[in-house]
């Protein structure tokens, strides 16, 4: 961009490119040189420059802040220059005062918006103003609208800057929309009338109706009526020329002289009174003035009507068939219509100036609704009486707010909840839960309930704020003085709770009613097996006195239960023994055996290694052993060479038995082998088989076992020995905790401390209690133990709700219904540890007070007064007018009266009672040429019902039963005979059937007596009910109670109960999959029925519908192990029957057997033990021949040492047991061996299991429980084994071995009570249903029962009839005795009543049936039963009524959503019936009125191609299919289309001079397949840009106009050139496959190109000469023809 130099024209850009800018900068250097001082025309070429105001400067906000600006001179090229270049006294100033905003400005100064002024179309602020303009569904355009800040006290204007600085300026301009013109549519004509005359020349008519009326500027309705002559022949007599034309009756006025006579007329009847009056005696008197009084009631003038009595008149005249006026005796002769009427004058209603404002409705500061209500109202002085104005509104209401300062907050309601109820775990259980009958052990997860009520939340401190009021009324404290303790912290809270008030009054969500809880599991006492039974020892070694002894075997609590280890079995069981010492003699091994001495072999002993320990087998001190002799050594045989050679007793074996008695006794073996059998000559025998066996007594203790057995611990009680402590921190609690209590909802307090007490008795086993000194007295347990005594908790009610209200209802017969209020509270706490019980009565009922009188009003009636006649100095003129009788007019009054008849004020009845009662009516006074009569008798009674008849009779009075008119029984019927009514009635349902309703009620109870959630009574048997309707006779809709009916048809119907899912029960647990180490054991469930009718769901089951529950288990390695017996005698297979020696087999049986604490007890499977561990049952060896070396087994071999390499090694030994003779040796008695990993040396470690499921309980159904893991020991070759093995290498064990989890509550679902039932949702009628609800309060959770679906039911209301008035159609139009003129229409307003489904009319019924509705029509309280009319007379042009409102229609842009507004129409069009009147004929009428729900139309031109055809060959059709005239878009352009056939009707087509239809410029035809035109599609443009034009882009648009492109702008010159691929038949012209051909092969031959140039050359091979031979011949074509 180039520089910019601001001067006085604007701003100058100058583009520089090239070499040319050094060019331009010397230039405008020397320019600048020599710049003039002033321009040609004299004036200066500097002006003063001024920058932006600066920002607002002060200390104080408002408005003395100041701001300052920049101001320099500029020259007009731009630069800036000296100051005194420029006119000093023209300088701007550069500083000025402003207002300072501050934030606390935001509350008082706020911008003010204007209203939006008329949208002004865009093209008319544009510069192409000009440009012709198609409308297309609306026009863009712009509205504006005045904004400026304000302050809000006074709304004076302020400085935009002020409010700116809070909030931006709101737009000034916004977008709008202008709607299209819019034409007027008129219908299609109607046929034409017959011709108003019979003879002579005569019109006949066809009209039209308006469908559209003309809106935005569109074109005017178009005549409506369209005439025609006629002649239907020509007339034989003279036509009739005049006729008598009623005018209208003129205002109603009083006579001038009436007031002047009606003086003298009270005067003379006074007088005559008077006079009369003396005549008669007092009691007479008295009687007289009673029926005055009782008369003057009766008529009782009200000051709210000023009946006045008058009199109009009206013209007859004579009226030619032109419309002229002639003299009356050219009409024929006839009675003449009354030309003078009685009338009552109009008055206008009158009403008093408004009242006071009542005081505001808000009385309080509530800052969610801080507006109320004030209202004010006026009283009727005068009702409006005849054409009088009616009254205007007599109430006026307003918003406002609560005057005056301190007003006090409003009150505020919040939800309050009582205490949770005790955890349940049976709500949770399922149907087949076998614990449902048991519920005293469960535990776990369970459900707890609530109540929620709402409260006032600020009831303390508005009762404050009021009190203080109170106070500053009475004038106890004075106003300076502050009050000494802050209001709201002198408010005390106390331990009452606050009254309930309605749920309605609190919003927000309602707390939960129900939630989860948990009730601990106690931890049962696991205790591991009994140990073995220890020494005899003295009960006591302190005191070791006496000689008893005992046996202990103990076993270990291996999991504390709850509560201590009080609740674990005995752990110490004892049994009486002999000879007990408390420390002895252990023996740990024998030395070898030395014959001593120094012989080789021989008899010898062996010496024993003993330790000193205690009874519990600990070592000690060995001085403690001295009363014990210590073991002496043990005689043993070395054998000499020749000697027999046995091995080591092999170590006692278990007891058979744990004690003995008379005919048990506990043995002991054994057992040792001959390894050597002795030579022949000289050596020792080898003894005989009895004698390798030993056989010795065990257990020798009598089967007498004791131990002590305790009670459970009794209840906590008050120690004695510690009541004076416990009274006093029981009266602390009280004190401190009273408050918390009542706010808390019972926290568990400890109080004090207590005792507990248990019974502990000797038991022997299998025989019952014994006396305690059978029993040691050291594992006696303790008796008492301390407890902590929990707090007493009182009950905690709620005080008492208010009385509900008591609406006072009345029945038909006017006497007030009798009802019942009532009241509650509710239990916050409920008692407990000995607390104060709550009150039984938790709800109060009591009558409400009836009123004497039901509330109501009433309109009452007064006689009517005299008839009035017209005064006779108007009627006397007039033919055979009588000054006694005639029609007149007659008044009464009306009052207004409470239900019982007392007076009450007449605004009471304006708002309660029925429409009011007419006031005058009508009268005649019969003349003596009338015919009279009495009133009609009343209807004979019926004999039988729809067959017999009832009549009434009347009579004629007086002089008229001899004149022959008044004999006329057709003109004066005497009697009127009518069927009696039918009374036969017809029932029948109607709708569908109801939903299934239970019976109310049906809320089931649970075993304790309170209300368990969730088992609202769901299923059962119910009812459905069917509406009945009841017709008369005539099939009109009557109450069903004439059909002896309630309305409803019942039927029982069963709603399926729920079943829940039902699985078997848990299977024994599997036995553990391993045998040593860490497995899983599995129990399973299985499928029996599955969930239906929405009972709980089954938990996830596997493809064979069962369940699993696997855990981890631990084997105990050494739980089974082998035990192999002694090794049988060697067999020697080649035997030296001398020497008795060589090689030889030895068998031993080996069994697998299950290991306990006393060792092996009993034979099992072998499976069972570790067959890599199961010992030899047959050895091969050499048997040792006389003076050879024996050694005895190999020992155990060594550990090897870790790691495992074949470097390190173990290794076992053996001794000597006998030694060779001379010139024999022994073998080596070590043997060694490398270690191999896997195969005699291994690594261990430790390996974790996979968590198990979640365990709970078994009592629990859900919750809290615990996820357990074991660990294992396991070699490196993958086998478990023993944990000792990592446990001795002291590995790290970093694991956790349980951790908590919980399992999720199957909790039902809990939905509400149902809701009571709703009012019908119609007052009558078939379809009238009521409802009912529910709504769900606990949605269900994990495996619950769902929530059911139905959350609603309905059931139809009983069937009413619906009644309304209606108008029947206005009769013709009357006009007494003549042929033209004003008359009167009349219409009456009947009873009909229907089914409410808006199917036909309904039918007429008796008025009474009606006569508790409202007087209205439609919502319409003004009832019109007659209405002037005009009744034209023969040759006049006239006015038609108003035509029927048309069909509501939208004005719019169809298609596009667009919706100006939604219109009907009426229209009345003229009717002509002489050809010479149409020149007086009045304008034709329309009128318009908004609507709802308008349709969306668009008009289109169709044409015909059909000659000599009724409809026109082109016409406008809406998109309805209704032709109209108006609506289309005008055929453009105008030529004659009728060259064209068909005619042009296509959008931008028009007939060319050829008789074909073209398209105009920028558009191109497309044709059918028959030729003719289809459409005009839009031709794209494309631009070419010139030189000049800076718009180097190519777009494609269309243009509006194409006559004028819209991109030339002044100063440029380009042109458009249109390119058009469409031939005249509307296919591509050939050039258009041309260039597309031309584009293709240009396209590859780029890519082509592309290719080649990106492709890799191949790099040339050179062949060896030597291979060519060896290859096959290639041929490759080098491109020459030749080949």
Not at 608 to 617: E, I, Y
Not at 1359 to 1388: A, F, K, L, M, T
Request: hydrophobic share 25%; aromatic share 6%.
């Amino acid at each position: 961009m180039g520089r910019g130099w601001r001067g006085a024209a604007g701003t100058l850009r100058i583009r520089t490119e090239g070499s040319c800018y050094l060019l331009v900068t010397l230039l405008l250097f020397c320019g600048f040189l020599e710049a003039p001082a002033q321009t040609d025309d004299g004036k200066s070429v500097y002006f003063w420059e001024t920058g932006p105001w600066g920002r607002c400067m002060g200390s104080d906000c408002g408005p003395g802040g100041s701001q300052s600006r920049a101001v320099w001179c500029a020259h007009v090229d731009g630069w800036t220059t000296l100051h005194t270049n420029c006119d000093q006294g023209q300088r701007p100033s550069n500083q000025r005062n402003c207002f300072r905003v501050c934030d606390w400005h935001k509350d008082l100064y706020d911008w003010q918006l204007g209203a939006w002024n008329v949208c002004v179309p865009v093209s008319a602020r544009t510069l192409w103003a000009s440009r012709p303009f198609t409308c297309s569904g609306g026009e863009e355009g712009i509205q504006t609208r005045e904004v400026g800040c304000i302050l809000k006290s006074d709304e004076s204007p302020a400085e935009d800057a002020i409010c700116e600085y809070f909030e931006p300026k709101p737009r000034l301009e916004q977008a709008c929309l202008i709607p299209c013109p819019q034409d007027c549519v008129l219908s299609e004509y109607s046929p034409w009338t017959s011709c108003s005359k019979t003879c002579g020349t005569g019109l006949r008519n066809r009209v039209r109706s308006v469908l559209v009326p003309p809106l935005f500027g569109g074109a005017v309705c178009l005549n409506l009526t369209e005439f025609q002559s006629c002649k239907p022949g020509p007339c034989t007599g003279p036509e009739g020329m005049y006729s008598l034309r009623v005018g209208p009756w003129s205002t109603c006025a009083l006579p001038q002289t009436r007031t002047a006579r009606q003086v003298k007329r009270r005067k003379g009847k006074g007088q005559g009174l008077r006079e009369r009056a003396g005549v008669k005696d007092p009691e007479t008197r008295e009687l007289i003035q009673k029926k005055r009084t009782r008369n003057r009631l009766n008529r009782q003038e009200s000051p709210f009507w000023d009946i006045q009595v008058g009199y109009q008149t009206r013209d007859v005249t004579c009226i030619h068939r032109n419309g002229s006026t002639v003299a009356r005796n050219l009409c024929p002769s006839r009675d003449l219509p009354l030309t003078v009427q009685s009338c009552v004058l109009p008055k206008d209603c009158q009403v008093t100036d408004w009242a006071e404002w009542s005081p505001c409705s808000k009385t309080c500061v509530d800052p969610a609704s801080p507006v109320g209500n004030r209202t004010r109202s006026r009283q009727v002085v005068q009702f409006p009486v005849g054409e009088g104005a009616e009254c205007a509104p007599l109430e006026d209401s307003q918003s406002c707010e609560p005057p005056g300062e301190g007003v006090p907050p409003c009150s505020t309601y919040t939800w309050r909840s009582t205490e949770w109820s005790d955890c349940r775990v049976d709500s949770l259980l399922g149907q087949q839960d076998r614990r449902r009958g048991n519920l005293t052990g469960l535990c776990g997860g369970g459900l707890q309930t609530r109540e929620v009520y709402c409260v006032q939340a600020n009831a303390e401190l508005l009762k404050y704020l009021n009190d203080l009021r109170e106070k500053d009324k009475a004038g106890q404290t004075q106003r300076q003085q502050k009050p000494s303790v802050p209001p709201l912290l002198s408010i005390t809270f106390q331990i009452t709770a606050s009254r309930p008030v309605a749920n309605k009054l609190c919003e927000g969500p309602i707390p939960n009613r129900s939630q989860l809880c948990q009730i601990p599991c106690p931890i049962d006492c696991e205790v591991s097996p009994w140990g073995a039974w220890g020494p005899c020892t003295f009960e006591n070694c302190d005191d070791q006195a006496g000689k008893k002894g005992f046996k202990l075997r103990k076993r270990q609590i291996t999991n504390k239960p709850t509560g201590g280890p009080g609740n674990c079995p005995h752990l110490v069981e004892a049994v009486p023994c002999d000879e007990p010492s408390c420390y002895d003699w252990r023996l740990v091994g024998l030395d070898q055996c030395d014959p001593g001495d120094e012989k080789p072999c021989g008899p010898g002993a062996q010496l024993a290694r003993v330790q000193c320990v205690n009874s519990n087998g600990e070592e000690v001190d060995r001085n403690l052993c001295t009363s014990s002799p210590a073991p002496e050594p043990v005689p043993c045989q070395v054998p000499c060479s020749r000697d027999c050679v046995l091995s080591d007793w092999t170590p006692w074996s278990t007891c058979s038995q744990t004690c003995s008695s008379k005919t048990i006794e506990g043995k002991q073996m054994r057992t040792r082998s001959i390894l050597a059998y002795n030579a022949g000559e000289g050596g020792a025998l080898c003894p005989n088989s009895s004698s390798l066996q030993e056989v010795r007594n065990c257990n020798e203790n009598a089967c007498t076992v004791y131990h002590w057995q305790t009670g459970p611990w009794g209840p906590c009680t008050e120690d004695p020995s510690a009541s004076t402590l416990n009274t006093s921190a029981g009266a602390r609690a009280a004190a401190g905790g009273g408050g918390g209590g009542g706010g808390g909802g019972g926290v568990q307090g400890l109080c004090s401390t207590g005792m507990q007490t248990r019974k502990v008795i000797c038991v022997r086993v299998n025989v019952g209690q014994v006396p305690p000194k059978k029993c040691p007295d050291g594992p006696r347990p303790s008796t008492v133990r301390p407890c902590q005594l929990p707090c007493k908790k009182d009950c905690i009610m709620t005080p008492f709700s208010d009385w509900t209200p008591c609406p006072v209802t009345c029945d038909a017969a006017g006497n007030a219904v009798k009802r019942k209020q009532s009241r509650k509270r509710l239990t916050i706490q409920l008692p407990s540890n000995g607390g104060q019980d709550c009150p039984e009565v938790l709800e109060e009922e009591k009558d409400c007070e009836v009123p004497k009188v039901c509330p109501g009003f009433r309109w009452k009636t007064h006689k009517w007064r005299k008839c009035q006649l017209v005064p006779w100095f108007l009627r006397q003129d007039r033919p055979g007018a009588v000054e006694t009788c005639g029609p007149g007019l007659q008044t009464r009054a009306v009052s207004c009266r409470q239900l019982d008849g007392t007076q009450a004020d007449i605004g009471e009845c304006l708002k309660c009672a029925k429409a009011m009662p007419a006031i005058t009516q009508r009268c005649q006074l019969p003349c003596q040429d009338d015919c009279q009569l009495t009133n009609w008798s009343k209807f004979s009674s019926c004999t039988a019902d729809c067959v017999g008849v009832r009549t009434r009779k009347r009579a004629l009075i007086g002089r008229s039963k001899k004149k022959d008119k008044c004999k006329n029984t057709q003109m004066y019927p005497l009697s009127e005979t009518q069927y009696c009514p039918c009374d036969k009635y017809n029932a029948q349902p109607v709708g569908n059937w109801s939903d299934c309703i239970l019976p109310e009620g049906g809320r089931v109870e649970s075993v304790l007596g309170m209300k368990v959630q969730g088992d609202i009574k769901e299923c059962g048997q119910g009812y459905r009910y069917q509406a009945m309707v009841c017709y008369d006779q005539d099939s009109r809709l009557v109450e069903t109670a004439r059909c002896n009916s309630h309305g409803y048809i019942e039927e029982a119907c069963i709603i399926p109960c729920p079943s829940d899912c039902k699985l078997s029960e848990w299977s024994n647990w599997s036995r553990c999959s391993k045998s040593c180490g860490s497995g899983v054991k599995v129990r399973s469930k299985w499928l029996r029925e599955k969930p239906y009718n929405g009972g709980r769901p089954c938990p996830k089951l596997d493809h064979i519908n069962q369940v699993y529950e696997v855990v981890p288990c631990q084997s105990d390695c050494n739980q089974y192990v082998w035990v192999a017996e002694p090794w049988s005698v060697w067999k020697v297979s080649n035997v030296d029957l001398k020497e008795n020696c060589g090689e030889g087999v030895q068998t031993r049986k080996v069994r697998c057997m299950l290991n306990t604490i006393d060792g092996p007890s009993e034979s099992v499977e072998d499976y069972l033990c570790d067959p890599e561990e199961m010992p030899l049952g047959a050895r091969e060896s050499r048997l040792p021949c006389p003076e050879d070396c024996v050694l005895n087994d190999w020992g155990p071999w060594s550990r090897c040492s870790l790691p495992c390499t074949r470097t390190n090694s173990r290794v076992r030994a053996a001794y000597t047991l006998r030694s060779p003779s001379v010139g024999r040796a022994c073998p080596e008695t070590t043997d060694k061996e490398p270690c191999g990993l896997n195969l005699n040396c291994f690594n261990y470690f430790y390996n974790i299991t996979d968590w198990s499921t979640c365990q709970l309980s078994p009592n629990a159904v859900c919750g809290s429980g615990i996820k357990t893991r074991m660990l294992d020991c396991v070699r490196s070759d993958g086998k478990s084994v023993d944990i000792k093995f990592c446990e001795e290498l002291n590995l790290e064990k970093k694991w956790q071995m349980n951790i908590s989890c919980v399992v999720e509550c199957p909790v039902n679902c809990q939905m509400s009570e149902w809701s009571p039932w709703s009012d019908c949702s119609q007052t009558c009628g078939l379809d009238g249903k009521m409802w009912r609800r529910r709504s769900v309060v606990q949605a269900s959770q994990g495996d619950g029962r769902p929530c059911p679906p139905q959350t609603e039911q309905w059931k139809p209301c009983p069937v009413r009839p619906c009644y309304r008035w209606q108008y029947s159609d206005w009769s013709e139009c009357r006009v007494e005795s003549v042929v033209c003129g004003h008359g009167i229409r009349y219409r009456n307003m009947s009873c009909f009543v229907s089914d409410g489904s808006g199917d036909g009319e309904g039918s007429l019924v008796d008025e009474e049936q009606c006569s508790s509705l409202e007087l209205a029509i439609d919502g319409d309280k003004h009832i019109s039963l007659k209405e002037a009319c005009t009744l034209p007379c023969p040759g006049e042009c006239y006015l038609m009524e108003w035509s029927d409102w048309s069909s509501c229609v939208s004005i719019c842009v169809k298609g596009t959503g667009v919706d100006f507004c939604s219109v009907q129409v009426r229209s009345r069009a003229v009717l002509a019936q002489e050809p010479e009147n149409l020149q007086l004929c009045p304008d034709q009428a329309w009128e318009s009125q908004p609507c709802s729900g308008g349709e969306c139309y668009e008009y289109k031109w169709f044409s015909s191609g059909r000659l000599n055809s009724t409809r026109p060959s082109v016409w406008c059709q809406r998109s309805d299919g209704l032709n109209v005239t108006g609506g289309c878009p005008p055929l453009n352009p105008s030529v004659d289309n009728s060259s064209c056939e068909p005619p042009c009707l296509m959008l931008k087509s028009f007939c060319n001079e050829a008789g074909i239809c073209s398209c105009e410029e920028g558009f191109t035809e497309v044709l059918s397949s028959t030729g003719q035109l289809d459409q005009c599609a839009p031709i794209p443009i494309l631009e070419i840009p010139t030189a000049g034009d800076k718009k180097g882009d190519v777009k494609t648009s269309r243009a509006i106009n194409p006559t004028l492109p819209s991109t030339i702008q002044p100063g440029r010159t380009g042109r458009t050139w249109y390119l058009q691929p469409y031939g005249p038949d509307g296919k591509l012209k050939m050039w258009v496959y041309g260039v597309a051909a031309g584009a293709f092969v240009l396209l590859i031959f780029i890519v082509s190109m592309i290719y080649l140039a990106c492709k890799k050359p191949k790099r040339p091979q050179r062949q060896r000469q030597q291979n060519n031979r060896l290859k096959p011949l290639t041929l490759a074509y080098d491109g020459d023809t030749d080949m």
